[in-house]
């Protein structure tokens, strides 16, 4: 099974951007597709983006479409989300996670990392 370890999360002022990491391990990270989800207390775990084992498919939530993008380099077993233009809406913690397909779904995942911070202020 792959560990996976978020890095690159932080406080930043609205309309700044970030770029979160997510190295791996443990395990041939290029045969599982990835996906990244944020949770903010209260509410359910959602889906942000995802990307296919190459990296030539991806797919994002409307809400970031044109904000944010999921990119991965399988020579560094790392995934990465560039977030441009961040909103005070984009405040969550940020979670990677493995699967053995493209999807969406949280529940399709079974590896995740601890989840890193991330803070927007207005």
């Known amino acids: 099974q792959v560990q996976l370890v978020e890095s690159g999360g932080g406080l930043v002022q609205a309309g700044d951007s970030l770029r979160l990491s997510c190295a791996a391990s443990?395990?041939?990270?290029?045969?599982?597709?990835m996906g990244w989800f944020r949770q903010v207390p209260g509410k359910e775990r959602e889906f942000v983006a995802a990307?296919?084992?190459?990296?030539?498919?991806?797919t994002h939530a409307d809400f970031v479409k044109g904000r944010f993008t999921i990119s991965r380099d399988n020579t560094k077993n790392t995934v990465y989300l560039q977030m441009n233009n961040l909103k005070p809406e984009d405040t969550a913690v940020y979670y990677c996670?493995?699967?053995?397909?493209?999807?969406?779904?949280?529940?399709?995942?079974?590896?995740w990392g601890q989840g890193t911070q991330v803070t927007v202020s207005s």
């Open positions: 996670a493995a699967s053995s397909g493209f999807y969406s779904d949280p529940r399709k995942y079974n590896s």
């Open positions: 443990g395990a041939t990270f290029s045969s599982y597709c």
């Open positions: 990307i296919s084992r190459s990296g030539a498919s991806t």
